[in-house]
């Protein structure tokens, strides 16, 4: 059985499930960085095991990121993304303001589109939004 752990991920367990989906290496301080700067972190876990994790980041107020959205091999196609991407959204849902509108945004895996689309997002470009665009900085 899966359950839901809330900002209970640890830094070892962020590198390995990165590895597992042969994600970029991180540092291990960069690991940790991103852990304690994510406004909310949620892990899926069958028994003591990471399966599937997200991290929501931004600034709380007018927009929010999804991050790291994982699920490694063997879980997907299970329902384990599905579980991670809801409790994300419901995150999200509870920062909001009666009466505010506020963006929840993410980029996608190519390929993954269909997987967004069936939890609400809309795929870009549209008529009115451009493509989104990402820039490597390397030191």
């Known amino acids: 059985m899966i359950t ?11 590198l390995t499930i990165r590895a597992e ?35 929501i980041v931004g600034d709380g107020a007018v927009i929010c990121y999804i991050q790291d959205l994982i699920v490694i091999p ?15 959204i419901k ?7 009666t009466g505010s509108q506020m963006m929840l945004c993410l980029m996608c895996a190519k390929g993954r589109e269909s997987f967004y689309e069936k939890h609400g997002f809309i795929a870009r470009p549209t008529s009115n939004l451009g493509p989104g665009m990402i820039q490597y900085l390397e030191c």
Not at 74 to 88: D, M, N, R, T
């Open 4 to 14: 839901i752990k809330e900002n209970d991920i640890t830094v070892r367990e962020y």
């Open 21 to 55: 989906v042969k994600w970029r290496e991180l540092l291990e301080i960069q690991a940790e960085q991103a852990l304690l700067n994510s406004l909310f972190v949620v892990g899926a876990y069958e028994g003591e095991h990471l399966v599937g994790m997200g991290r």
């Open 74 to 88: 063997e879980y997907q196609h299970k329902g384990v993304g599905s579980l991670v991407i809801k409790a994300l």
């Open 91 to 97: 995150y999200v849902e509870s920062l909001q303001e």
